[in-house]
């Protein structure tokens, strides 16, 4: 089973309901980039990578289609068999770029999974649950706003909210988290997402104007160092999220014991297969993390959802995927739905997803 064919595709996904709002930037429409594969046995693979804006991480998408131009006419001819093997293949190609490689590698497990019967998640070590809980991103707002969708997220389901702060002046971001936590209480679990804008000081002064309200943390400053100093001087559990731009990154964070938990993205980590291996890590270590990705259609939230229900439940934050933010979807047949605030785990193989064939339009590029 060889690669035969390579398809690039460019996807405008508009936000839904206006402006998505976060403390590094505003953003209306994502520009995905859709990897297929074609194998000489007649099988095709998905693959998807969809960069928030071109701040939010060293990520953009006119970057991840250059650099998958630099890796795709190394694979034609490539055997579909090891993961491990491809991917060095692709490092030999290029250095770094893995939120790129990362739309290869979810592609080569789609197309493995469907040659060999089974859903990713049984090639990511088998699932868990036949379903994992997702969570609602309550967006930069109005203290009352963004209290009134937190209630109204709680009643369709969702057992975690997270409140993204910062940006703004620091009395908005304390009102809107008490708000939210008088609004729900208990009834959902809270993380305060800081996306990297918050300096030191204003982090723990927060922390303890918020000292009574149960969350976690969430990247409150922008390097790993600043959220270093904050060990032992802040109340709630520090999660790292941007900072986790690859495996080593996780690694040091562990090792420095600045970490109670982590956000991580599929594709920030160059791909399912890698973010296995740190998935494994986080269970020695008995640490938290959730399995999203930065944006993107139903490829993406497949590969976050296979991923997730591979993580012992108890340890799992949820799974945050764009549905709720952009129209339509990628296979009308098989979508990737949240209900009730959890997402089933695909059963068929691979991805457990086809596109509508022919809905991308012209590909970009072909090899």
């Known amino acids: 089973m060889r690669i035969d064919q ?65 890796i795709a006419p190394g694979l034609m001819g490539a055997e579909i068999a090891s993961i491990r093997l491809l991917t060095k293949c ?20 789609d197309v493995l999974g469907q040659r060999l019967g089974v859903p990713i998640s049984t090639l990511l070590g088998g699932a868990l649950v036949d379903r994992v809980p997702a969570y609602y ?76 309200i149960p969350f976690v943390f969430e990247q409150p400053c922008n390097t790993m160092d600043e959220i270093a100093t904050l060990k032992g001087r802040v109340t709630h559990p520090v999660y790292l999220d941007e900072s986790t731009e690859d495996q080593n990154a996780v690694l040091r964070a562990i090792s420095l014991g600045i970490a109670d938990g982590f956000g991580f993205k599929v594709t920030r980590l160059g791909g399912l297969t890698k973010m296995a291996t740190i998935r494994d890590v986080c269970a020695i270590r008995s640490l938290p993390h959730s399995c999203d990705d930065a944006w993107g259609g139903d ?39 949240i209900e009730n605030g959890h997402i089933a785990v695909p059963q068929l193989p691979g991805l457990g997803i086809k596109p509508e064939p022919g809905m991308f339009g012209q590909p970009v590029a072909t090899y």
């Open 299 to 337: 490829i993406i939230a497949a590969a976050c959802v296979h991923l997730g229900s591979t993580v012992e439940p108890r340890r799992f934050e949820g799974a945050w995927i764009a549905q709720e933010y952009i129209e339509g979807h990628f296979d009308a047949k098989n979508p990737i739905v």
């Open 137 to 212: 991103s309550l967006i930069v707002g109005p203290p009352d706003e963004t209290a009134r969708i937190a209630a109204d997220k709680v009643k369709s389901g969702y057992p975690r909210l997270q409140v993204k702060i910062s940006g703004r002046n620091l009395e908005q971001d304390v009102a809107s988290i008490h708000k939210v936590w008088e609004t729900v209480g208990y009834k959902a679990r809270l993380a305060v997402d800081g996306n990297r804008g918050l300096t030191v000081a204003a982090a723990i002064h927060l922390d303890r104007l918020c000292h009574a």
């Open 90 to 109: 692709m490092d030999e190609r290029l250095n770094g770029h893995g939120y790129a490689k990362a739309a290869f590698d979810i592609a080569f497990l």
């Open 6 to 70: 390579i398809n690039v595709y460019k996807v405008q996904l508009p936000v839904k309901g206006g402006t998505y709002r976060m403390a590094s930037d505003d953003v209306d429409a994502l520009d995905s980039t859709i990897v297929e594969i074609g194998t000489d046995d007649g099988l095709t693979g998905w693959g998807e990578t969809c960069p928030v804006g071109p701040v939010y991480q060293p990520h953009h998408a006119l970057g991840a289609r250059a650099a998958i131009a630099e």
